[in-house]
C-alpha cells in the first residue's frame, strides 16, 4: 500500500474476548469493516470486563483478519466505582502517549467510543496535536451521567471543564455518531452555537441475528433448569447500575406476590446490592425475584430467551444520555419489551413506534403491574408484540445493516444529511 492510503484505528477499552456490551459491539464493527475492504486496526487494552479479566492476551494478534495492539497498561477488575476510575484514567493516559510516538508513514483516522469517558478528549487533543481527522462514536455522553448520577456538582468547575473539552471534541470531529435521535438532539444542544449538525449520524447499536434467535420455552434448557417453562417470566439481564431502575420493577414484583409471575435478573453492577435489599425487604428475593450472575458468553442465547418479556430501563434523567443495547437483543428473542422510560427516550419510541411491548414511566409501579396483567390475559398479545418485535429487529437493527452504516460513512459513499442550523 501507498504511504498516502488512509489507516483506520479503532481505539476502545473494551474489545474481544471482553464481555461487556461495548467489546461486543466494537469487535462486531471492526470486523465487519474490515471484511468490507477498510484497512482498519484495534488499539485496546487487557481484557478487564468479567469473563475476560482473566485471559491475557498477546501486546500483538490478529482476531479474524484485524489487527489487534494491546498497550501494556495496569487494569483491573471491574468491581466497583474506584477500580473503573482507575482503569480509565491509567487507559487514557497510557493510550495518549502511545498515540502521540507512535510512528507512521501513512495519514491515520482515529474512530474512538465514549468508553472510557475520559476518552474524547484526549483523543481530541491527540488528534489536533498530530493533524488527524476523527470520528467520535457516543455510547453515553459525559459529563452529563456523572453529573445526573449526583458525582459531579452541576455548574462546578470540573462539570464546566470537562463540558467545554468535550463542546471542542465534537465541533473538530470528523464525524459523530449518536444511537438515537434523542440522543443526536442532545449533542447538538451540548456542541452550542455554529456547531454543524449535520456531522452527526445515527447509527443504532445492534445484536447478531444469527446469535439470538427466538425459542420456546420448552425446548429451552436454560427454561427447563430454572423452572421458568410453566411461569410467566420477566427477565431483565445485564448492568445493574444507577441509571437503571430496576426499583420499579421489584416494587411491581411485590405488587404482582400472589399471581403466577417471576422476575428473574440476571447481571451484576454497582447498584445491585440495593436492589437485593429492596427484594429481600419486600419479601420477594428467592419468592418471585430470582438474581442471578451473569451468564458464561455460550450460554446467552438460551438465558435471554428463556423468558416471556424482557424488559429494558433507563433512569429518568438520562434520556439521550444513553441508549440501552438491551433493546435491540430484547427485541432478537422476540419476545415483547417492557421499556420503563420517559416517553421522549429512544427507547421507548422505538418500542411504541413497532408496538413491540409497553414503555410505562420511571416509578410507576402500577403501570408495570397493569402491563404485566394485559399480557398475562391475553397469550395472543404477547405473540403478536414478541413477533413485532422480531420482524422490526430484523428490519432496522442487525448487524450487517448497522455496520453498512459505518462504513458508507467512514468510507465516504453516504450522502451528507443537513440539518438546519439552531
Excluded at 267 to 281: F, M, S, T
Amino acid at each position: 500500500m501507498s504511504g498516502t492510503e488512509t489507516e483506520y484505528l479503532l481505539v476502545t477499552e473494551y474489545f474481544h474476548p471482553d464481555t461487556a456490551s461495548t467489546g461486543q459491539l466494537m469487535t462486531d464493527l471492526a470486523v465487519g469493516l474490515q471484511e468490507r475492504g477498510l484497512d482498519l486496526s484495534v488499539y485496546t487494552g487487557q481484557p478487564n470486563y468479567h469473563s475476560g479479566e482473566n485471559e491475557r492476551q498477546p501486546v500483538r494478534s490478529v482476531h479474524e483478519g484485524v489487527f489487534v495492539r494491546r498497550i501494556r497498561a495496569p487494569q483491573v477488575r471491574q468491581s466497583s466505582l474506584v477500580r473503573r476510575l482507575f482503569n480509565w484514567t491509567v487507559f487514557t493516559a497510557w493510550m495518549s502517549v502511545v498515540l502521540l510516538f507512535d510512528q507512521t508513514d501513512r495519514e491515520r483516522e482515529l474512530v474512538f467510543v465514549t468508553c472510557p469517558p475520559f476518552l474524547p478528549a484526549a483523543m481530541w487533543a491527540v488528534c489536533r496535536l498530530r493533524g488527524w481527522e476523527y470520528t467520535y462514536i457516543a455510547y453515553d455522553l459525559y459529563p452529563d451521567e456523572p453529573v445526573e448520577l449526583g458525582y459531579l456538582k452541576r455548574g462546578g468547575l470540573i462539570h464546566q471543564g470537562w463540558e467545554l473539552l468535550d463542546r471542542y471534541a465534537f465541533r473538530d470531529a470528523k464525524h459523530v455518531v449518536a444511537l438515537g435521535p434523542v440522543m443526536r438532539d442532545r449533542i447538538d444542544a451540548k456542541a452550542g452555537d455554529g456547531f454543524d449538525a449535520g456531522k452527526v449520524e445515527i447509527i443504532h447499536n445492534w445484536e447478531d441475528e444469527s446469535f439470538i434467535t427466538p425459542r420456546e420455552k420448552a425446548d429451552n434448557w436454560f427454561s427447563r433448569e430454572h423452572g421458568l417453562v410453566e411461569t410467566f417470566t420477566v427477565l431483565y439481564s445485564g448492568n445493574m447500575a444507577e441509571f437503571h431502575d430496576l426499583e420499579t420493577l421489584v416494587r411491581a414484583a411485590a405488587r404482582l406476590d400472589d399471581a403466577d409471575v417471576q422476575f428473574l435478573l440476571i447481571g451484576e453492577g454497582d447498584n445491585k446490592q440495593h436492589i437485593v435489599d429492596l427484594a429481600e425487604e419486600l419479601g420477594v428475593r428467592g419468592e418471585s425475584v430470582t438474581f442471578l450472575p451473569y451468564q458464561p458468553w455460550d450460554d446467552l442465547p438460551y438465558s435471554l430467551t428463556s423468558a416471556d418479556v424482557s424488559v429494558v430501563t433507563v433512569k429518568e434523567g438520562f434520556e439521550g444520555i444513553v441508549v440501552s443495547s438491551k433493546l435491540y437483543t430484547s427485541m432478537a428473542a422476540g419476545q415483547p419489551v417492557l421499556v420503563i422510560s420517559q416517553p421522549n427516550d429512544d427507547e421507548g419510541r422505538i418500542v411504541r413506534r413497532f408496538d413491540a411491548g409497553f414503555n410505562v414511566e420511571q416509578g410507576a409501579v402500577e403501570q408495570v403491574v397493569t402491563a404485566i396483567e394485559q399480557w398475562l390475559a391475553d397469550p395472543h398479545l404477547v405473540d403478536r408484540q414478541g413477533d413485532n418485535a422480531r420482524a422490526a429487529f430484523e428490519e432496522h437493527f442487525v448487524k450487517d445493516e448497522a455496520v453498512d452504516q459505518y462504513h458508507e460513512m467512514l468510507a465516504g459513499t453516504a450522502p451528507r444529511v443537513e440539518v438546519p442550523a439552531r
